[in-house]
T-cell receptor, first 113, second 115 residues
Framework: AQSVTQLDSHVSVSEGTPVLLRCNYS??????LFWYVQHPNKGLQLLLK??????LVKGINGFEAEFKKSETSFHLTKPSAHMSDAAEYFC???????????FGKGTMLLVSP | SAVISQKPSRDICQRGTSLTIQCQVD?????MFWYRQQPGQSLTLIAT?????????ESGFVIDKFPISRPNLTFSTLTVSNMSPEDSSIYLC????????????FGQGTRLTVV
């Protein structure tokens, strides 16, 4: 079985400061890991994915995440938050070779001026 | 990548009625998935729909309540039957191909309110 734990339900930052959204996973096999973003009243958009290549993954809009097998973590970071980053972020795990996704509960990122 | 058109984008329905949600993909895909996102919650998989076979439902979801059709490789429908206020959620369709190890693509979602 696989599971995803997003450690914070809400994260508040000021514009221009760094963003850290934490995600830990549990998987019996080497997983594929994803971060998706959901803006209000919009669908899910892929930010980045890890599928066994480089452990540091760069995504869109300046986001990146590092796969740390020893810590079973896949935290999402961004050096400088922008107001448009305010949204809900989902960490997602998929067992390699399967299509079923397991979603974390989501982290709401709030960005203040 | 795949572009998914999902409709309706939102609807308000009377309890006891049914609503059919449609998803059209701009390319042929092996597997399509239907998710539910209840208010303030994460996404929960309802079922997996393969063309030419019956959908596979996750624990807690049954075909009588959520019948699914998959007539071809680019289209699927989910019906929410005999609705109650507890069915008020966002419903999303998604594609994915485990063989290609690609990411999943999602429709815009259908925001359903049952009154």
């Amino acid at each position: 079985a696989q599971s995803v734990t997003q450690l914070d339900s809400h994260v508040s930052v000021s514009e221009g400061t760094p963003v850290l959204l934490r995600c830990n996973y549990s998987s019996s096999y080497s997983p594929s890991l994803f971060w998706y973003v959901q803006h209000p009243n919009k669908g899910l958009q892929l930010l980045l994915k890890y599928t066994s290549a480089a452990t540091l993954v760069k995504g869109i809009n300046g986001f990146e995440a590092e796969f740390k097998k020893s810590e079973t973590s896949f935290h999402l970071t961004k050096p400088s938050a922008h107001m448009s980053d305010a949204a809900e972020y989902f960490c997602v795990v998929r067992k390699r070779g399967y299509s079923t996704l397991t979603f974390g509960k989501g982290t709401m990122l709030l960005v203040s001026p | 990548s795949a572009v998914i058109s999902q409709k309706p984008s939102r609807d308000i329905c009377q309890r006891g009625t049914s609503l059919t949600i449609q998803c059209q993909v701009d390319s042929q895909v092996t597997m399509m998935f239907w998710y539910r996102q209840q208010p303030g919650q994460s996404l929960t998989l309802i079922a997996t729909a393969n063309q030419g076979s019956e959908a596979t439902y996750e624990s807690g979801f049954v075909i009588d309540k959520f019948p699914i059709s998959r007539p071809n490789l680019t289209f699927s429908t989910l019906t929410v039957s005999n609705m109650s206020p507890e069915d008020s959620s966002i419903y999303l369709c998604s594609t994915g191909d485990s063989q290609m190890n690609t990411e999943a693509f999602f429709g815009q979602g259908t925001r359903l309110t049952v009154v």
